[in-house]
């Protein structure tokens, strides 16, 4: 049996096909320090592949802008607490 990993890629990331934040530019989700993020979770809000794009966020230790919805310090808390 053989695997595809370039199929594999394009399924964790297919809902970006779909995603809001495609049809806007890196800037409104990756704001200069001490911006507001309130936009960018609302357009977040919004869209139908919030779910999937915080999973992908959390999967791959994304730890600048908005993700799904969340800023860093969010996803932050969301990860378990190491003993």
Known sequence: MSTNTSAAATDTTAWYELALCAQTGPGFFFPE?????????RLCGA????AACLEYALANDERFGVWGGLSEAERLALRPRRR
Request: aromatic share 0%; glycine share 16%.
């Open 47 to 50: 869209c139908e592949g919030r």
């Open 33 to 41: 320090p001490g911006s507001s993020l309130r936009d960018a979770k």
